[in-house]
Nanobody
Framework: QVQLVESGGGLVQAGDSLRLSCAASGRTFSNYAMAWFRQAPGKEREFVAAITWSGGRTYYADSVKGRFTISRDNAKNTVYLQMNSLKPEDTAVYYC?????????????????WGQGTQVTVSS
């Protein structure tokens, strides 16, 4: 099993930046692809970004491309989401995910491990 703990969320103004962190721990020695999803009230969980274990490939939802950057530090077992030019529409609980089953990373049901989420609120 893998445990994921997100941090870095908070309340910010539109146009501001935040960096989310997801720290992974557990007893396995597996290497995992990682992703960020988000879920706003009354909406389905939405894919935000994903990164391969090596960091060589990244994937972004169209709604965040050019504003958000996913990265990872394998030595620290941590994945990051740098969020710039935040909009009120980015308000959601942001979840970290690890270990995808198959090639379709945008499907939440394909990920095996999830964190508890961190709240991001963007005011206008």
């Amino acid at each position: 099993q893998v445990q994921l703990v997100e941090s870095g969320g908070g309340l910010v103004q539109a146009g501001d930046s935040l960096r989310l962190s997801c720290a992974a721990s557990g007893r396995t020695f597996s290497n995992y692809a990682m992703a960020w999803f988000r879920q706003a009230p009354g909406k389905e969980r939405e894919f935000v970004a994903a990164i391969t274990w090596s960091g060589g490939r990244t994937y972004y939802a169209d709604s965040v491309k050019g504003r958000f950057t996913i990265s990872r530090d394998n030595a620290k077992n941590t994945v990051y989401l740098q969020m710039n030019s935040l909009k009120p529409e980015d308000t959601a609980v942001y979840y970290c995910a690890a270990d995808v089953r198959g090639p379709i990373m945008a499907l939440a049901g394909r990920w095996n491990y999830w964190g508890q989420g961190t709240q991001v609120t963007v005011s206008s």
